[in-house]
């Protein structure tokens, strides 16, 4: 075995292990103390620069030394060439595949995620923009803002009906509160003038008792559709106040047209000529009308809410009643006075 080993060996064990090796021969005269003999695998209990084994002959006498040496150090290091340029390798890496992916898939769930928590914040719904470099995101961008757009119509609609009254079809009692509020915030800022007029049918418990609910009901929508066409102005809302009684608020600028309104609208029901066996007034359906019609503003009026001006109304109502009905009593307040109009 001595004998077959040669130089080419050597290199080839130095391949194959990746550390610097080598194989002498020894001097068979010679002792050599203090080196481990090769007698099995070794065992290393600590890292050194270099280790050495001597291997013995048939005879127990060493014949070769065999050494494996670290040419730098005992621990290879972190900071080298070949680290330093993995290190930036990784980062140029990361940094072009992080990046695109922050602006083409983060970014846009980030949005989606704004407009979400804005929509839940203001009550409100809200579309996302489209612009996106992926498709697929495209798509659900356009999914999302056509959702949005069908329960916004859902939305109108539901809102419509809460604002009509749902036998006539003309604005109910919220749509008057709304309304008269706005009209009277604006009149206080010296914006045109303000009335509201109360409209009810005379004798209606005594049709509705004689003809039934039925035709009551058909009663109350012919006279709602007829009073609606007469309140086609600016300004004008007719709502249901209830029942078999109307209201209709006025904000213009003349007090003559809102007088020549209530005119209009008595003299239409007189002329649909709906039978009423227990009327007052030749057999037909009349209503009465009462109103209370503000000029413009002025501090004389500070305290004056709309709720108090519908009062108003409803008081002239019950004196055209108690005055045999199918008539108007109107209020007409200036400043510091007021005077009654027949």
């Known amino acids: 075995m001595v004998r077959a080993i040669n130089s080419e060996l050597t ?14 021969m020894l001097d068979t005269t010679k002792e050599y103390d203090g080196i481990e003999t090769f007698d099995a695998v070794p065992y290393i209990d600590s890292l050194a620069q270099k280790h050495m084994w001597l291997l013995n002959d048939v005879f127990g006498i060493p014949a070769l030394k065999i050494s494996v040496t ?9 900071f080298t060439p070949e680290s330093a340029v993995l290190f930036f390798t990784l980062v140029f890496v990361s940094l072009g595949t992080i990046i695109p992916i922050s602006i083409m898939i983060l970014k846009p769930l980030r949005t989606a995620n704004k407009v979400l928590k804005k929509m839940i914040d203001s009550g409100k719904l809200i579309k996302m923009k489209t612009g996106w470099h992926i498709d697929e995101i495209v798509k659900l961008s356009l999914s999302f803002n056509q959702v949005v757009e069908k329960l916004e119509r859902h939305q109108n609609y539901l809102e419509s009906l809460s604002y009509k009254d749902p036998l006539t079809g003309v604005a109910n009692r919220r749509s ?33 008792d004689t003809l039934g609910h039925l035709a009551g009901d058909k009663a109350i929508l012919t006279i709602a559709q007829t009073l609606l066409l007469e309140c086609r102005r600016r300004g004008e809302l ?22 020549l309104l209530s005119k209009r609208m008595l003299k239409q029901v007189w002329e649909l000529n709906l039978y009423h066996p227990e009327a007052s007034h030749g057999k037909r359906v009349t209503v009465s009308i009462g109103g209370a019609l503000y000029e413009r503003y002025s501090p004389s009026f500070s305290d004056m809410t709309w709720e108090m001006m519908v009062g108003q109304a409803d008081a002239k109502l019950y004196e055209a009643k108690m005055s045999g009905r199918n008539q108007i009593k109107l209020e007409y307040a200036k400043e510091q006075q007021l005077k009654l109009v027949k």
């Open 70 to 78: 670290h040419d730098k150090s005992l621990s290879p290091s972190l």
């Open 238 to 259: 007719l709502t249901r106040y209830g029942g078999e009684e109307f209201c209709v608020v006025i904000h213009g600028d003349n007090i003559a047209q809102m007088e």
């Open 176 to 208: 008057l509160e709304v309304f008269a509020q706005r009209a009277h915030e604006q009149w206080s800022e010296g914006k045109g003038l303000i009335g509201f007029l109360m409209v009810d049918i005379d004798n209606f418990k005594a049709y509705n």
């Open 11 to 24: 290199e080839e064990i130095q391949q194959l292990s990746l550390v610097n090796f080598s194989l002498d």
